[in-house]
């Protein structure tokens, strides 16, 4: 629901399904967020600790104070460095009150929710609170082929809170589990691709310089629709790979001659396709009031969590691309100490932050395996298998001077130092037999599989600005700083070639904005205006290699970038108990210069995020004898984007312009302290696409699909 509330901010799912997400601000995004070894654009926070990684997101945002989304550059005020911009989550703390909620639900898709919140005092300075959630629906869509579901959901939540105030200490230990499972995405080819297929007989008409007729054959899908053939048990001639052509055809869904059957509903046949995500964490939050102009703040804490994906990557009923993804082990610790002081016109905060994260990234695909056995050779899998080790140190500080009663002056800078280190073993296994696809000269044992790279990266980011209070609610601001996104290495290289394993460098962003927010008319509208100027240095692109036989990922810098825009934020108060508001939000981007060592001259691409977005919503409530009657509706657009900007055939990855409406309507009865609302969300049924993914090396693009129309009621009990 974030998607509708702030501009130039879009929440998608990931690419890979089920509990990832994506986030992306004013352009920003890590295009593929189950990669360990690359850094998020956009940070994400939880009561002040880091949260590395968006898994967990889908099923954490309950009972929350607030959600504070911060865009461009941030880095010196708390936390990581960042370049987009960071979502912060606060909680609800303990509180010295008894109390609570009880919140039940149930809609379409057999949707159930179970939601329960108790805050219990044990005396004046000791209070903990308990928060758990369950919620569930039925799948969205099913594989035509198995009858087995897709996009259902099953989601687990729970957190626990101890607040201890003890005068000028104050002590707040948190803790936290989640337990999701998906039963996988709905996956659309959405177009195939030319593909030469060498020696295909009769390929061509005899001739004098040709003369047994066998050549190079184009057909459009390449080597998924030779794959086809062999699992159709098709000759390997022009005749048969035409017919596994008209085949895999069928499978295409979209454009003239699209398959028609339902939209939610997928060709695959993926007996596992699933996406499970379990983690949690803990933290420390003390605060020491050292005098009533000083505070000393440290933030202890600790991550983790475990992933699993299972994907049927060709989206037909013939097995042609099988992905397997987990992530394990994975362990985050960070130890953030914050010092603050206001003096005078002088208020400031100092600081330094350190981190280890450490995970087992495994990514096992098999690929094109029925032409491999026509041949009569058994099928390899490969296995793209990464230990990742990102360490993070940082030194901070800003400040906030009042030249006169209304024009301040800031100030902040960060050092950042990040050790990045892989061991990455990029291999096949072909009936037992472990084939390595390492060079030789890199590996770190040229008898065994596998390589270790490690490089520090140090850089200094930056913050000025100045704001100008016209008049206590008018207030406008000049603002300029610089982020950096850490350098890494290709952990999921798989190859022979030892280019592919060139770690790619940090990404830095200057960013100068202008912007005006207000409160007028007593209150009654509300307007934000903002204009930013972004100057990219290395922006991280992300590029999938795909051969016969291998899949990795690579990262790509895009040596010079610009990306331009503005925001507006408007909301009135028209009447008493009627608001409409609308935000909207423009971005321009365009690459400056951008060779690809594999991709060539890519200086054209689209940016990877929708140039206009806007929303528009209202809401009214009617006093009534019992209490009230609330209604909210709200249109959220987002314009055309493209998901794989890298590819050849962009149409077939991106999305049209589209919008979504939602809606509420509850009543409030005051003497029960109870709520009862109906709910429904992409009321007019849209069907579009989240991401997508491009394969077209061996012939084809595809999209995962957004969610139907759905609906409910919820019955809320306060106590």
């Known amino acids: 629901d974030l998607n509708a509330q702030f501009p130039n901010v879009q929440i998608n799912q990931a690419n890979g399904g089920g509990a990832g997400v994506q986030l992306t601000i004013r352009g920003q995004s890590q295009a593929n967020t189950g990669i360990l070894f690359v850094d998020p654009a956009v940070g994400i926070y939880v009561d002040g600790l880091v949260n590395a990684r968006s898994f967990g997101l889908r099923t954490g945002l309950v009972d929350i104070e607030r959600v504070e989304v911060l865009r461009g550059p941030q880095g010196t005020l708390y936390g990581r460095n960042t370049t987009g911009g960071a979502i912060s989550i606060i909680t609800k703390d303990p509180t010295?009150?008894?109390?609570?909620?009880?919140?039940?639900?149930?809609?379409?898709?057999n949707q159930w929710l179970a939601e329960g919140v108790v805050n219990i005092p044990i005396d004046d300075q000791v209070a903990l609170r308990f928060v758990a959630s369950h919620s569930e629906h039925d799948p969205y869509g099913k594989q035509i082929t198995t009858g087995r579901g897709l996009m259902g959901e099953s989601s687990t939540y729970l957190r626990a809170k101890l607040k201890i105030d003890g005068g000028p200490v104050t002590a707040t230990l948190s803790a936290d589990f989640y337990d999701y499972k998906a039963s996988g995405p709905a996956i659309h080819i959405t177009g195939l691709v030319n593909g030469n297929l060498t020696n295909v007989a009769d390929a061509v008409a005899p001739t004098a310089a040709n003369p047994t007729g066998r050549g190079t054959y184009t057909v459009?899908?390449?080597?998924?629709?030779?794959?086809?053939?062999?699992?159709?048990?098709?000759?390997?001639?022009?005749?048969?790979?035409?017919?596994?052509?008209?085949?895999?055809?069928?499978?295409?869904?979209?454009?003239?001659?699209?398959?028609?059957?339902?939209?939610?509903?997928?060709?695959g046949n993926d007996r596992d396709n699933r996406a499970d995500s379990k983690g949690g964490s803990a933290s420390l939050n003390l605060t020491y009031d050292i005098s009533d102009a000083l505070?000393?703040?440290?933030?202890?804490?600790?991550r983790t969590l475990n992933r699993t994906e299972s994907l049927e990557l060709d989206a037909t009923p013939y097995d042609s691309y099988d992905s397997d993804q987990t992530i394990d082990g994975y362990n985050l610790f960070s130890q953030e100490v914050q010092l603050l002081g206001n003096?005078?016109?002088?208020?400031?905060?100092?600081?330094?932050?350190?981190?280890?994260?450490?995970?087992?990234?495994?990514?096992?695909?098999?690929?094109?395996?029925?032409?491999?056995?026509?041949?009569?050779?058994?099928?390899a899998n490969t296995f793209g298998d990464v230990v990742t080790t990102n360490i993070t140190r940082g030194i901070f500080a800003q400040g906030t001077y009042a030249l006169t009663d209304k024009l301040n002056l800031t100030l902040g800078g960060r050092f950042s130092s990040e050790a990045r280190k892989v061991f990455t073993r990029g291999r096949q296994v072909r009936s037992g037999v472990e084939i390595c696809s390492q060079p030789v000269a890199l590996r770190e044992n040229p008898a065994t599989c596998g390589i270790r790279l490690s490089k520090t990266y140090s850089d200094f980011s930056w913050l000025a600005s100045l704001d100008y209070q016209i008049q206590r609610d008018i207030l406008v601001y000049a603002k300029a700083a610089r982020g950096v996104r850490a350098g890494g290495h290709q952990g999921r290289a798989n190859s022979a070639d030892p280019a592919n394993y060139q770690p790619y460098d940090p990404e830095t962003v200057t960013e100068y904005e202008l912007g005006f927010k207000s409160l007028l008319l007593g209150n009654r509208v509300k307007l934000n205006l903002a204009a930013f100027y972004d100057d990219f240095s290395n922006a991280q692109r992300s590029i999938t290699i795909r051969t016969l036989t291998n899949s990795f990922s690579l990262i790509s810098n895009a040596a010079k970038a610009r990306l331009y825009g503005f925001e507006g934020e408007a909301r009135v108060?028209?009447?008493?108990?009627?608001?409409?508001?609308?935000?909207?939000?423009?971005?321009?981007?365009?690459?400056?210069?951008?060779?690809?060592?594999?991709l060539g001259d890519r200086s054209n691409e689209e940016w990877p995020a929708p140039k206009w977005s806007y929303s528009l919503n209202g809401q009214y409530r009617?006093?009534?004898?019992?209490?009230?009657?609330?209604?909210?509706?709200?249109?959220?657009?987002?314009?055309?984007?493209?998901?794989?900007?890298?590819?050849?055939?962009?149409?077939?990855?991106?999305?049209?312009?589209?919008?979504?409406?939602?809606?509420t309507m509850a009543a409030r009865i005051d003497d029960l302290d109870m709520e009862v609302s109906f709910w429904g969300r992409?009321?007019?049924?849209?069907?579009?696409?989240?991401?997508?993914?491009?394969?077209?090396?061996?012939?084809?693009?595809m999209m995962l699909t957004g969610e139907p129309r759905t609906f409910g009621a919820q019955l809320t009990k306060r106590f």
């Open 220 to 267: 459009l899908g390449g080597n998924l629709v030779r794959d086809v053939a062999a699992s159709l048990g098709l000759p390997y001639s022009v005749a048969g790979i035409n017919a596994a052509a008209a085949v895999v055809a069928g499978y295409v869904r979209r454009g003239p001659g699209a398959a028609k059957v339902d939209f939610w509903d997928s060709f």
């Open 622 to 663: 009617l006093p009534t004898g019992f209490g009230s009657i609330e209604t909210n509706l709200n249109w959220n657009f987002k314009g055309k984007q493209n998901f794989q900007p890298q590819a050849v055939f962009d149409d077939d990855v991106t999305q049209k312009g589209y919008g979504v409406l939602d809606g």
């Open 96 to 109: 010295s009150e008894p109390g609570g909620y009880v919140k039940l639900g149930y809609g379409d898709y």
């Open 682 to 701: 992409n009321l007019l049924n849209k069907q579009y696409y989240t991401s997508g993914v491009s394969i077209e090396s061996i012939g084809w693009n």
């Open 573 to 598: 108060q028209i009447l008493e108990g009627l608001s409409v508001g609308a935000n909207v939000g423009y971005l321009n981007a365009r690459y400056k210069k951008f060779v690809d060592g594999v």
């Open 295 to 302: 505070t000393l703040r440290s933030i202890s804490g600790w």
């Open 343 to 379: 003096s005078g016109p002088l208020k400031w905060v100092t600081g330094a932050y350190i981190s280890r994260e450490k995970g087992h990234d495994l990514n096992i695909s098999l690929a094109l395996p029925n032409i491999s056995a026509s041949q009569g050779v058994v099928p």
